[in-house]
């Protein structure tokens, strides 16, 4: 059975700490990954959890703090001095173009492969990537800064033709057509409304759901984003005595994040952003855990498997 596994890369916020790296989560399916953040340490970390870099397709950045976008630039110097030649896609808010071309500028670091940068610029969840094994929706959510949260589909296809969708099209193929798309021989259709990946025409066999809220505090959007997700990681800075410090960050507690999983009816929750001033976060979870029984607090380095 195929499974998503997720890789906590980093679990901390905003400082580094003996045991907390900073933010950085891999979704990863067979040979392909997604990249949640690129905090400082990443790319060692990548290699010590036995990761390929050359398996990221797409890195979503939630927001332009430097302890979720510091560790990108040296990401793509080494993947460049990998000779890797697999276009990458790089997600985030506006400045994230800026900033990624002012440092390659400066450490010029020779990049060959194409380097896509997308800017996300208004608040509505909606698609903003999708390829054969993932499809990607942001949302803005409510920090001190322009924030996006993302929503992971990983997807997987029956090898055989939707002939429902094809019809609703209105498209016809001819049977060695059909059969090039079956084997996965053709990537792309041209069809009189327009280019299509070849996928699309395939019936879906099952799919996952990942939600990363990045920071953020307890907010509508999120909760929309998430609601019926296999597995929810959001923001659990502070523990319930310092409420009022999480809001006035712009965080939430381990308790809001509790919150917003049991009314989004997600299946997991995982603590997520925990400050360096836990040496011992064990009590996040027990307070998450009251609300919401389903809570896991990972560790740096952890390795969590889902059926999938």
Request: with cysteine; net charge positive; charged share 25%.
């Amino acid at each position: 059975m195929s499974k998503v596994k997720l890789i906590f890369i980093g679990t901390g916020g905003s400082t580094p700490s003996k045991k907390r790296g900073l933010p950085a989560i891999a979704i990863k399916y067979l040979n392909k990954a997604v990249l949640l953040d690129c905090g400082e340490g990443c790319q060692y970390r990548f290699f010590e959890a036995g990761l390929g870099l050359n398996k990221v397709r797409v890195v979503l950045i939630t927001h332009m703090h430097g302890d979720h976008i510091l560790g990108l630039p040296g990401l793509i110097q080494t993947l460049a001095f990998m000779g890797r030649e697999e276009k990458m896609t790089i997600i985030g808010p506006v400045g994230l173009k800026k900033f990624l071309e002012v440092v390659l500028s400066l450490v010029p670091c020779n990049v060959k492969f194409d380097l896509e940068v997308v800017e996300l610029k208004d608040k509505l969840h909606r698609v903003v990537y999708e390829d054969n094994v993932f499809e990607v929706s942001a949302a803005q959510v409510d920090h001190t800064i322009v924030t996006y949260a993302y929503q992971v589909i990983v997807k997987e296809y029956y090898r055989k033709i939707n002939l429902e969708k094809v019809s609703e099209m209105g498209l016809k193929f001819s049977s060695e057509l059909l059969r090039k798309i079956i084997r996965g021989q053709v990537e792309f259709i041209e069809t009189p409304i327009g280019v299509i990946p070849s996928y699309k025409l395939l019936e879906k066999k099952k799919e996952f759901k990942a939600v990363y809220s990045g920071d953020t505090r307890p907010c509508d959007n999120l909760l929309k984003l998430a609601y019926g997700a296999d597995v929810l990681i959001h923001d659990a800075t502070f523990s319930n005595e310092l409420k009022d410090k999480a809001f006035a960050t712009g965080h939430s507690t381990a308790a809001d994040a509790a919150l917003i999983a049991k009314k989004a009816r997600v299946k997991k929750l995982i603590l997520f952003h925990i400050s360096a001033r836990y040496s011992n976060a064990s009590q996040l979870l027990v307070e998450a855990a009251q609300i919401f029984p389903q809570t896991i607090l990972p560790s740096d380095m952890d390795e969590i498997e889902f059926d999938f």
